[in-house]
């Protein structure tokens, strides 16, 4: 038995996360434990979706960011990291550039992924082990660009799928009818017609509903759960949002575009629970690293 300690950089659209995990290094039963989360909310996508490339200020306070989770890591004693950076950095068109000037300044690489590999690495936190496998899964990771999607059955993938349609694009009334109506349209053609479908929920927004509903109590939200708050977030203006529920500013204008995807995810799917595991793209990200330690 060894320990490692490795750390997960997630550059979305709407934060920057850097996760460090502990692992006893058991092949059997490997046990992973958070020793730090640190999240700061650049809001890259703010820039990208609005203009197409990142501006001069948000790239310095990306660097600066990435000096100080190099530290941090270094302080920790990380052993190895990724960085992986999601929708806004993959759509920005000075996005290489960005990643080639914060090799160049913090030593950090950072590495622009697919929709597709961040749906394997939200896959790989394994919260299917601990559900029922005679039901069907639809995982839904919300973001600020993009929500990527991921269907389970018996136990196994059977579909993915990354929409454009994200927190900070709906703010910034970027969602057309007819990414909807797609949406719509691929919910609609992947719900099993026999099994009851179930959804999976990660990402910042979805547990913090959670907490708002359940507390620290069970992790299940009910379809009737979900689309009450969400008509009651809609009813508050945001400084409403940060008094009555604890919310930070960059937490409280977000939360109600994610809520309407989440509620018409189930609607169309006729879901009736939505399971919150309260993990993410980073806790996937430090998992798919050990599988893949040498």
Known sequence: MKLLKFAAIDVGSNAVRLLINNIIDDKEKPYFQKASLVRLPIRLGADVFKNGKISDTNIQRLTDTMQAYRLLMETHGVTDYRAFATSAMREA??????????????????????????????????????????????????????????????????????????????????????????????????????????????????????????????????????????????????????????MRPDRADVIVPAARIFTTVMAVTNAKELFVPKVGLSDGMIRWMYANNE
């Open 93 to 246: 068109e000075n996005g290489k550039k960005v990643v080639r000037h914060i090799k160049q300044k913090t030593g950090v690489e950072l590495q622009i992924i697919d929709g597709m590999l961040e749906a394997e690495l939200l896959f790989a936190t394994k919260v299917t082990k601990q559900l029922d496998a005679s039901k069907s899964y639809l995982y839904v990771d919300v973001g600020g660009g993009s929500t990527e999607f991921t269907l389970f059955s018996d136990g196994k993938s059977t579909a993915s799928r990354s929409f454009k349609i994200g927190t900070i694009r709906l703010l910034n009334n970027q969602v057309s009818d007819k990414k909807w109506n797609n949406l719509k349209d691929w919910l609609s053609g992947i719900k099993p017609k026999k099994k009851e479908l179930i959804i999976i929920g990660t990402g910042g927004n979805i547990n913090k509903i959670s907490k708002i509903i359940n507390g620290k109590k069970q992790p299940t939200i009910s379809n009737r759960q979900l689309r009450d708050l969400y008509k009651e977030l809609t009813t508050l203006n945001m400084e409403q949002r940060m008094r009555r529920y604890s």
